[in-house]
């Protein structure tokens, strides 16, 4: 008799299989750039140590996964032209508006109910993608919209996003414009290349670069130098005695904030988007402390370690911590348990393959990993140590200002609201305040920017194939018609869809997967599974330096390894903030503030004794 679970696994083999999973053959356009424009790159092959920028982990193909190299395409771009405009639909005619999309599609489809799963899921998601990703707008014209009177539009602003007349939102804010700028090609890095090609900026392993940076000149710039820590700022209290610890600030003086221009915040971290929500300025403010406290922790066991082992052995441990926390916790819950284990996701030990390619595609960048952009609330809740909310802010009001962080007791009470709030049901829409306010800033014009309207966009502009057809290389069939689409997506939205492209292979890859259904056990419809499974699973096996991979310089003890399993994100709060109790699974919400919590001091603490070098 099969076994519930064997039943599941044949399920899934017939419905989510795909020919490309796990494999090495992509468009050729990668090929052109090692051809033409990769640098030569001298390995150290002994070195025990991740490189910053990502370079030499593959040592035959040294570039693969490094900083400032292209993104992966699954399939080939979709441009009209075969270079870099915008696709057309099948009859000739042009794509919907983004923004007429959403207002037809998924505007008014919200809900909200209670949630198993809490808003730090969510934030590490985040948190997740920019450790792996970085696809810059070309922002050399601040405002698209304010050039497209002029006679000749910068080819960076030719696809701005129109407002339809009848705009629910902007209608009566004569708004018939939304800035949109395209995102910065190869060209951009002395590497022409066609069609358009598009450059990860920061190095594409799960590796901690968001704390540490992808550049050899960031990451010196972001240590003290001192006992292997991080620099860091001192907020002191009334009594002038010390209270909490914050990731460095840019001084205002000499260097303009990149993303906070309006704040008087302004933190410092391996990646350019820290202060872009206050969720994940959070995180990041969290992870500084943790490798401080870290490394004082070997500091005192290893006295003769120098300031640049310190460094190295604690930066090992929180990259490793990180997918730790990402593969065994943060993937089983949007896969699925089943799932994330038949897709050797979630394993004993990881069998590294030199012959797999771990970069970052465009259709997981682009699309597949945006889709959890609907489980961004639309509030942060800062709940107090009696377990009330003390205050709630829109989480739109504080887009690049970070601003409330430092203030009070703030950093424990946010933190509190992420572990105790529940999350966004998942559901075919962003919530409201991101669809029409996102990154507001011209008050009293109450009129923002739509994220998803942005991420349709996206993807035209860097040429993402087609729903149909990624459905097809996920190995689903092919829709030859509309109703066809019915063995994934609701019948209403169908009909919807009928009405605003001329043909089933015309749909966004973005619209279609959002529309999905979600798989049982999942988070996600089996498209968007199938993207995210391929490319988690190559960020794992093609990593020499994954935390369990045995035989390289460098490779954990099994003493250590065992350690490092036994660590989660409870852990890491619990060793950062003021927090006194947390539930032993952080990502789930127990709805009720009296439920059992787990002690920090019993169940959270960290040995590091398999780091002492002389027993």
Known sequence: ???????????????????????????????????????????????????????????????????????????????????????????????????EINTQLFLNNQWFDDDEL?????????????????????????????????????TQCQNVIDIPINDPIYLNNNKTCMS?????????????????????????????????????????????????????????????????????????????????????????????????????????????????????????????????????????????????????????IILGDTYTEYYGLFTPQTIYNDRINPSTSLEFAASSFRILHNQIPAKLNFIDTMYKVAFQVNLTDWMDRPDLLPMGKNVDWLIRGLVETTGREYQASYNQLISNFLFRSNLPDITGQDLLSIDIQRGRDVGLPVYNQVRSICGISRANSFDDLLDLIPFKAIQILKTLYATVH??????????????????????????????????????????????????????????????????VICATTNLFTLPLDVFKSLHDFSSIKWNCDEHFKIDLEAWREFK
């Open 506 to 571: 015309d749909v966004d890859l973005h619209v279609g997967a959002l529309l999905e259904v979600p798989e049982e056990g999942s988070m996600v419809g089996p498209t968007t599974r199938c993207i995210l499974s391929d490319s988690f699973f190559r960020y794992k096996y093609g990593d020499r330096f994954f935390y369990d991979v045995q035989g390289q310089p460098g490779s954990f003890s099994q003493e250590q390894l065992k350690t490092i399993k036994q660590i989660n994100l409870g852990h």
């Open 1 to 99: 008799m099969c076994s519930m679970i064997d039943l599941n696994i044949k399920s899934l083999n017939n419905v989510a299989q795909s020919p490309f999973l796990h494999t090495n053959v992509f468009p050729l356009t990668n090929e052109d750039y090692m051809r033409r424009c990769a640098p030569v790159v001298i390995c150290n092959p002994n070195s025990k140590y991740r490189t910053f920028n990502g370079s030499c982990n593959n040592l035959k193909v040294p570039t693969w996964g490094a900083s400032n190299t292209p993104f992966l395409r699954l399939l080939n771009a979709e441009y009209s032209d075969g270079i870099y405009a915008f696709r057309q639909q099948s009859n000739g005619s042009q794509l919907p508006g983004a923004r």
């Open 118 to 154: 809490n808003v730090l899921l969510m934030q590490w998601g985040q948190f997740i993608a920019h450790d792996i990703s970085l696809l810059k707008p070309d922002i050399s014209v601040e405002n698209c919209c304010a050039v497209q009177n002029v006679s000749k539009i910068p």
């Open 180 to 332: 949109f700028n395209r995102a910065v090609t190869s060209a951009n890095f002395s590497c022409p290349l066609m069609p358009a090609t598009f450059m990860v900026e920061v190095s594409q392993y799960i590796d901690g670069s968001q704390i540490y940076g992808s550049s050899d000149t960031m990451a010196t710039g972001l240590r003290s130098l001192i006992n292997g820590k991080l620099r860091s700022d001192i907020v002191k209290g009334n009594q002038n005695t010390v209270v909490e610890e914050f990731c460095p600030q840019v001084n205002r003086t000499t260097s303009q904030c990149d993303s906070s221009t309006n704040s008087r915040v302004c933190f410092q971290a391996g990646d350019i988007r820290i202060n872009q929500n206050l969720g994940n300025a959070l995180l990041h403010n969290l992870f500084l402390r943790f490798h401080n406290h870290l490394a004082s922790k070997l500091s005192y066991m290893n006295q003769f370690w120098t300031d640049e082992m310190l460094y190295q052995e604690t930066r090992k441990i929180i990259g490793a911590v990180i997918q730790h926390i990402t593969y065994d916790h943060y993937l089983p």
